[in-house]
């Protein structure tokens, strides 16, 4: 069972609110994290793993006049340890305590710590909703693709059978020897999943296992727009939903067969011929404005679902991966119940939207650091921590 807000609300009462510190998992979208805390006055906590810690511990670590103004970096103090896992320890979840650290959820903390952990013994306030980051697993039963169709918004359908497939499809699993990375591949016929699902398993890129509990789903001819929205349970004006930004991915080495012309495609190796979609970056994007609406339409009906299947719904940052086909629909193929991955193009810039809306540079870390500093002002916490 989830931590109890009962259980946030004791360990809240020992915090000193006006010595918060914004704390996060040292990978994924650390950085925008930890910019945002920084352009709202938190301190800040990256919380590495040995061997991963230079990114935070020295080419963005903060420096501070004596009055204590940050004048370069965003990492206030970059904590080492063995394995990222290491913060579930009792102990150390401690100090994090002692310190008032607010943790902020990345993919990299639910990729590398155990969920059942996160969810039951991970005693430090956490922003956002803690009981959602267990639906991002596809192998769960009440998964996103469980909520997207309770809140029917539009998912590319699934194929159960391989021997059905009679469109293009996208195969999704687990990358073999990149464990938290994707092994997925893209077929037209049961002929073609056979063939290159073979090749995939010879070069030890996807395993028997994750290929048997993969997921087939119609491939969406589109271009892929990530939604960073973030909702707000304190705002009482104005809308309590908004699109801070948008994002796309490149995608390695997918996007390095794009480039190549027809011909030298086919002159491939068998080992070479097959793309891998390994996200390497992000870019910014707008959308064409009589599009919006639809995008904010599909927020808000996620954000109603969140709250009558997850108590007490979505706090704070989601993304909602998004394609628009042709006849500029969207369609939802990925959830993230957090900050997504490709905010870091937000960061010191802020974002088209964002910045429009808040008449400044708004990323989705200043985003977050925002809410928390107004909670915290106005005695709200138990509203965004969980």
Not at 40 to 64: D, H, L, M
Not at 303 to 320: N, Q, R, T, W
Request: charged share 25%; hydrophobic share 35%.
């Amino acid at each position: 069972m989830t931590i109890a807000r009962d259980d946030i609300a004791t360990i809240l009462d020992d915090y000193d609110r006006l010595k918060l510190r914004i704390g996060v998992t040292a990978s994924h979208s650390a950085l925008d994290i930890c910019d945002g805390g920084i352009e709202e006055g938190f301190p800040t906590v990256a919380f590495c793993q040995s061997g991963r810690e230079k990114i935070y511990s020295e080419y963005f670590r903060t420096k501070r006049t004596s009055q204590g103004r940050v004048v370069r970096g965003m990492v206030d103090r970059a904590v080492v340890l063995d394995r990222f896992d290491d913060i579930l320890v009792e102990e150390f979840q401690l100090g994090m305590r002692d310190r008032n650290i607010i943790f902020v959820p990345n993919r990299a903390f639910t990729s590398y710590c155990d969920i059942d952990q996160i969810e039951q013994s991970f005693r430090v306030p956490m922003f956002g909703s803690r009981s959602m980051l267990r639906m991002e697993e596809r192998t769960e039963d009440f998964d996103y693709y469980w909520l997207l169709e309770q809140a029917g918004l539009p998912y590319p359908g699934g194929i159960d059978d391989p021997q059905d497939i009679d469109c293009l499809a996208i195969v999704k699993l687990h990358h073999a020897q990149k464990k938290l990375e994707r092994g997925f591949f893209t077929c037209a016929s049961y002929g073609e999943y056979v063939e290159k699902s073979q090749q995939l398993l010879a070069d030890g890129v996807i395993d028997e296992e994750s290929l048997r509990t993969a997921r087939i789903e119609r491939y969406v001819m589109g271009p892929v727009f990530n939604l960073n929205f973030f909702y707000s349970p304190l705002e009482e004006e104005m809308s309590k939903l908004e699109l801070l930004g948008v994002d796309w991915r490149f995608e390695s080495s997918l996007d390095g067969h794009v480039r190549l012309p027809a011909p030298q495609q086919m002159t491939l190796p068998a080992q070479q011929q097959i793309p891998e979609m390994t996200v390497v970056g992000h870019n910014t994007a707008t959308i064409r404005e009589s599009l919006l609406e639809k995008a904010f339409e599909l927020g808000e009906r996620f954000v109603a679902a969140s709250k009558e299947h997850y108590d007490p719904g979505i706090i704070g940052p989601f993304c909602l991966q998004t394609c628009i086909d042709k006849d500029m629909n969207y369609w939802i193929y990925d959830v993230a119940p957090r900050l997504g991955g490709g905010t870091n193009v937000h960061v010191s810039v802020g974002h088209p939207y964002g910045n429009s809306l808040w008449r400044r540079e708004m990323s989705s870390g200043r985003r977050i650091a925002r809410e928390i500093r107004t909670a915290a002002e106005q005695d709200r916490l138990l509203e965004v921590l969980t």
